[in-house]
């Protein structure tokens, strides 16, 4: 509980570097000198408030997402975008670019968000069809079926000379955020929220079928719920930031060694430790190279891959 | 009491489950016996609603298993499989915690609370309540599963080998654990039992299953008769009685 109040104390610590962080002068000298209409206080409000929220909450939908994955597909190593749910919610948007330019973002995501949800559907029959015995081979799976939708994807938008746009999109940044460009990532949050109310259920639905049965609950109905919020975070991250690799795979994996997996304790865990990573991924970016910005996806892939193979090293053979 | 009838259940052309039907009588200790593929643990399953039958019905305490809601018969009827491979990493004590799930759907109450250390003392895992279960051994893990299952405080408790794992003092142990429920607490109990000698020390009845069908029941003492057990295992069995017991020898 300590331990819990202090990762929230530091994200909140990151929160605020984050505001100050960038090329334009915001500091609290040059924010208490200038009126409502100064530089200063303008891009506090249209840029970096918007950017520093949208960081929070798509690292922590996102980290749950991964988590609520893990627990309903039973293994470790699979999230968004190790099971084809990414490149899904991708192609769905492409779609929507081409068919319905007109529609509202969110009713693109939406059709990204059904996308993503039978990319999954898919993933999952996939599973069923060959049964794996190594935990790792179910991942594998997963990218590939990714790869084969991303292919798809990059056909039609070459085709409809849509590529910059699918690269822009693909690739995570938040240098784009503004304000009246993030908000559809609130839904991100209430799915998080809702993840943590179930919680009891994913974790029965972690225990198994059997266990999931004999305790009395629907194994589908809750594999369904789960399989929607991820789906939908997914979804919203991807057409508000783009994918951010790896995040739902070692934040609920670093959680889980830490305090296991009862997801009515770890889901706070995740949400705050999946905020603060990216918050500190974000500054990191934006500090490097600047004046020039790093994307989060580069900066995430780079220190999450490095996690991964940690945990993959780490894991015995038969802690699955 | 659960009553089967027709119970059948198939594997593409191959019947592993052939129209069982049969009376379990409710209270005391039921053992199924029977050699390997004879259908036991199907049978358990489909007793227990975890998998479908594709014919016949079974009722526990009345109650349809594939009619009623799942979560009024997770308050009825308990069963724990063999092999229980957990991805999620809980601690003992969460473990047995989610065996009150039907009943607080997460909110433990103080009563819930207080079956839970009971059901964690009566399996003696007092000193492992808050290790993972992935730092437990094989056997170790086992009383923990059938502490979550004692935990859920139903009528009916369903084991599929739950002597898997444990050694001659456990298994011992969890037999005598399990002796003690039928009689004290009241609770019918139905094992799939590969040793005979542990079915025939504990059970009040045992229904011995072979190729799919019901091969022969009745009382312990009728069952573990060299006869009975010659033809249900295609081998010869000896059964001498040692201090008021039936013990049977096999071992050449």
Known sequence: MRLLAGAIILTIALAIASLFVG????????????????????VLLISRIPRTLAIILSGAAMAVAGLVMQMVVRNRFVEPSTAGTTEAASLGFLVATIFVPAWPLMGKMLIAASFALAGTALFLRILKAVPLRDTLLVPLVGIMLGGIIGAVTT????????????LAWNMGDFSGILRGRYELLWIGLLCTILAYVAADRFTVAGMGKDFTTNLGLNYQRVMVLGLVIVSLVSAVVLVSVG???????????????????????????????????????????????????????????????MVFLYLLLRTRPNAT | ?????????????????????????????????????????????????????????????????????????????????????????????????????????????????????DAIGYLNLGELSDRFLDELSGGQRQRAFVAMVLCQDTDYVLLDEPLNNL??????????????????????????????????????????????????????????????????????????????????????
């Open chain 1, 23 to 42: 090329v334009s002068d915001v500091s609290l000298g040059t924010l208490l000198s200038s009126g409502p209409e100064d530089r200063a206080t303008q």
């Open chain 2, 167 to 252: 050694d001659m003092k456990h298994a011992m142990g969890m037999m005598k654990l399990l002796r003690r429920a039928a009689n004290e607490l009241g609770k019918t109990v139905v094992l799939v039992l590969h040793d005979i000698n542990f079915a025939s020390w504990y059970s009040d009845y045992i229904v011995a299953m072979k190729n799919g069908k019901l091969a022969n029941q009745g009382p312990a003492a009728e069952m573990i008769d060299p006869k009975v057990l010659s033809e249900i295992y295609d081998m010869e069995i000896k059964v001498h009685e040692i201090g008021g017991q039936r013990i049977s020898l096999y071992y050449e």
């Open chain 1, 155 to 166: 056909f039609f938008a070459y085709r409809f000379e849509l590529l910059p746009s699918l």
């Open chain 2, 1 to 117: 009491m659960i009553v089967a009838q027709g119970v059948t259940k198939n594997y593409g052309t191959s019947c592993v489950v052939d129209g069982v039907s049969l009376t379990l009588p409710a209270g005391g200790i039921t053992s199924i016996i029977g050699p390997n593929g004879a259908g036991k643990s199907t049978f358990l399953s489909m007793i227990s609603r975890l998998m479908s039958m594709d014919m016949g019905t079974v009722t526990v305490a009345g109650l349809d298993v594939t009619k009623t809601p799942s979560d009024v018969l997770a308050r009825r009827l308990s069963i724990l499989r063999q092999d229980n491979h957990m991805t999620a990493r809980l601690t003992v004590r969460d473990l047995v915690s989610f065996g009150r799930y039907p009943y607080s759907k997460g909110r433990l109450t103080l009563e819930d609370k207080q079956q839970i250390d």
């Open chain 1, 243 to 305: 994918s951010i690799p790896f995040l739902g795979l070692i934040i609920p994996n670093l959680v889980s060694l830490m305090v296991g997996d009862n997801m009515r304790r770890t889901v706070p865990w995740v949400a705050v430790m999946g905020a603060g990573f990216v918050l500190a991924c974000d500054i990191l970016g934006r500090i490097l190279r600047a004046p020039y910005e790093i994307p989060i996806s580069v900066v995430v892939g780079v220190i999450g891959s």
